[in-house]
């Protein structure tokens, strides 16, 4: 027996719009109202959106956010090492000067974003604590 109803949004409750809310996510910012800030920290979400008072600490982002970093820095510095590599045959020291701090510059950027990008999904999503009420504003 199948038991869908767990991740959709309950009818009085109403959609949320999940593209919007993983962009506003990904910009760092509140995925209800896309105005007050995401995270307090580096990778510290608030509690409470600043701007709208949307609860925040419902989010269970977990391993997603490093497992979709490793992923998307790893699908643009692998391809660009070996294209490097290829075309001009340069000495080690020219890869090792170049791809670790590129892969941590790269890891340091997205990491975030896609920690707010996956935290606007769950909440488009209403996963865990996100959908225990209804909207009080429009989206
Ligand atoms: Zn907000």
Known sequence: MSDARIYEPSAEAGQRPALTSILRGFNCHCPSCGKGKLFYRFLKVADNCPECGEELH???ADDAPPYFTIMVVGHIVVPMMLWLEVAYMP???VHVAIWPLLTL???LWFLPRLKGATVGWQWALRM???GAKADTQDI
């Open 58 to 60: 419902h989010h269970r």
């Open 91 to 93: 000495p080690i020291w």
């Open 105 to 107: 510059v790269l890891s």
């Open 128 to 130: 865990d604590g996100f």
